[in-house]
């Protein structure tokens, strides 16, 4: 288990952009495969991205591909989620995981989460 926080969410307009960041306090996220997810209300929680510890596997969710783009700092201990071209369906809370492996991510036990930053797209 890692704690895990995400900063960066906000309120944007419609074609806008943000970029959300997840760190590690105290902790290294180098040695973990990292992923975004979100969560609407009244809706399951859904993947958006996934990147592996050297960032050469990256994963995307169809609805946000050619839009979003994952990406880690490995010196900076930080992994990112840049959104572009914003939507109102993007509209969630956005998620940061660690997790040992692909195959691990979203498991329970085998992962860790963050407790969210919020997204708010208006028309």
């Known amino acids: 288990q890692v704690h895990l926080v995400e900063s960066g969410g906000g309120l944007v307009q419609a074609g806008g952009t943000l970029r959300l960041s997840c760190e590690a306090p105290?902790?290294?996220?180098?040695?973990?495969?990292m992923g975004w997810f979100r969560q609407s209300p009244g809706k399951a929680r859904d993947f958006v991205a996934a990147?592996?510890?050297?960032?050469?596997?990256?994963y995307y969710a169809d609805s946000v591909k050619g839009r979003f783009t994952i990406s880690r700092d490995n010196v900076k201990d930080t992994v990112y989620l840049q959104m572009n071209s914003l939507k109102p369906e993007d509209t969630a809370i956005y998620y940061c995981?660690?997790?040992?492996?692909?195959?691990?991510?979203?498991?329970?036990?085998?992962?860790?989460w963050g407790q969210g930053t919020q997204v708010t797209v208006s028309s």
């Open positions: 990147i592996n510890r050297s960032g050469g596997d990256i």
């Open positions: 105290g902790r290294t996220v180098s040695t973990y495969t």
């Open positions: 995981n660690a997790a040992g492996s692909m195959s691990t991510m979203g498991v329970p036990g085998f992962d860790s």
